[in-house]
Every structure is written in C-alpha cells, then in structure tokens.
C-alpha cells in the first residue's frame, strides 16, 4: 500500500507529469515570467469553465479576498458579515483594511454560513456578506443573495475550497460557486482542488467596472504604466503557474469525480454509525469533497487522531480554534460573539485523507482503523 497523505499531489502529478513539464519548460524556453499569453490564456479558460466574464488571476487566494474588499470600496469602519468556522484568510484581510468582521454562527448540517443568523447580525455599517463555500460544500446561496438584495449589500463568495461545484438555484438555474455573488475568490495553493506547483488565487466577477479596477488594484493601482490612480497592491500569478494550471484545469472535472467517489466509500463505512456523523450533502449543490470531515460523538478525538498517527494514518482538525477566538481579533471583540454551533463543531470535526489518488486498499485500512477505535471507546 502506498503510503497515506493527507493530500497526494505526487502522484497526482505523475500522471500527467509530459504535459506539465512541457508546459513549464515552454514558459521558461519563453522568459516571459510575469504576466502574458500563457497567465492570460489561462484566465480565459477558468472564466470559460466558470461562465463568468472577468477572470484576474493574482498571486494568492488571501490576496484575492483583500483586493475583492478594496475594489469595492470597503472602509475603516465599515463592517462585513463573515463565518468565524472558516480559516483564517477569510477574516484576517477585513482587519487588516481596519474593517470590521461581523462573526455570525453556521449551519449545523452543511458548516456554511447561517443565513438566518446573517439577517440578526445587519447593521447600518454592515456592507458585504462574505460567505464561504467551506470543505468544498456551497453555502446556502440563494437565501444570501435574497438578503443581500433587500439590504442593498455586496456579496464576496470566498470559493477556494471549492472551485467547480455547482449550485442549483430553485427556478431550476444552475451556477458556478464563486460567480454568484459580486466577487468570487479562489486560491491555487497546492493542496486544493486546483492546485498550482506554488502559490495562485484568482478574482471572478461579471461586472465590467468592478473587473477594471479589481485589475488596476492587483497592479499598483495603474490605470496605465507608470500612472498610478488608485492605491494597490502587488499581486500576480506568475506565467509558471498559470502553464501548470492550465493542463490541470482540463482535469478538474476528473479530480471533482475522483473525490466524490472517494467521499462516497467513506459515507458508505460510517453512515448511520451512531458515534460518526457523514458530511451532510446538501441537495441545492455538488460537494467538491476538498476535505472529508466527520463530526464525532462521544469519542475522545485526539486519542483517535493519536492512535491513526500509529498507524500512519494522517488526520487533521479543520480548524482546532474558530476565527472569533483568534487573539488576532481581540481588538475586534472576537470572544464575544456568541456562537454556539461554531464551538460545538470545532469540538467534533475531524478531517480523514482526501485527495484525488485514494485508492480503495489505502481507503478501507484507513476505515478499519478509524471503526476499530471508535467502536472500543463507545
Ligand atoms: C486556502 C484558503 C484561503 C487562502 O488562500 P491562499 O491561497 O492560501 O492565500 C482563503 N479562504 C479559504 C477558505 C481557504 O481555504
């Protein structure tokens, strides 16, 4: 048996290891490093895959969060709603803008922001919802978009655990996580579903303004060169990346399907146990599976986390202290806030090996031990 990783971009990449090489070899055959055809071939073909107008790739998935808040014109002052069961990215660059985050609880069943909680956290500085499409499943969407139109807010999906799942909206449209609202974000960083050989990210939007000046934002604020409008910021995907990205992104469909398929041997192991809750697939979208996290009851977590280290089977907990409990948010009142489903969740999740490579050999003696712990402690 090969061994277990968490994520498995080795052999990911040797199987298509001539395309990529070649590509990478061409950029550097081509010393055009920064910028040019091959990083914007690649953003007309994820802006094709995603059916939205504008794609500005840039150097990071945290820079494109910042630069989505800039371009739209948020202040100091100004507050944005966000989950704090998320990772750190999502919030850390509201405070750094001196933005205040608005930490509001998530949904029990899908870990996605709660839209109910969302509507209780509106006040008259409140100007975007920033929700996030969390382990690769959609946040409810549709009840977001609702809310945010009746209180005139912009809406920043941060997609980047969840690039190319789809999202069903009720009258029967389906779309792209990360075109939906005014601004969708994504990140490259190696272990996510499209994962670059480096850092990338990448700003989606259909608003022809808005891409203008998310452009000009990520360029030093230049309208043209040397003419600086706006302040900005420095945020590239360097063409090496892009060459990689573009030979991945023709198998992305093929690495969603690998990690359903993969979700679904783990669901079939733990449904109905009655100490293990399964990911809870939400009808109104298609889990992208970027991490496969079970809720556990009643099982002391670090003990099995300790016992499958034994075995050399990696875990992980996804995030062992929500953002509103980060001494970074002290100044914001992150403690505060009082959100219970959030706590509950960060005491019972743990996150299995997901990844594109699984096979059902590494899957089943990964299964085994996590039933045999679980079955003794209960
Ligand atoms: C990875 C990630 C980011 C940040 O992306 P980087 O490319 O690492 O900067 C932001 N939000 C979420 C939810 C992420 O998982």
Redesign the pocket.
Known sequence: MRPLQMVDTKTQYHKIKDQVDTAVLAVMESSQFIGGKVVNDFAASLAAYHGSKHVIPCA??????QIAMMALGLEPGDEVITPSF??I??VEVAALLRIRPVFVDVDKQTFCIDPVEIEKAITPKTKAIVP?H?YGQAANMEAILDIARRHNLYVIE?N??AIGNDYSFSDGSVKKTGTMGHIG?T???PS?NLGAFG???AICTDDDQLAEKIRMIASHGQSKRYYHDVVGCNSRLDAMQAAVLQVKLQYLEGYIQARRKAAGFYDAAFNNHPAISIPFRHPNNRHVF?QYTLLLHGVDRDALSQYLAEKGIPSMIYYPVPAHRQKMFDAFGGSSFHLPVTDWLTERVISLPMHTELDEEQQQFIVDHVLEFVNRSI
């Open positions: 990071n998935g945290t820079d494109a969060l998320t990772y990215a999502t996030v969390l941060d980047a655990q974000c990140s490259f960083y996510k850092d990338g990210g970027h």
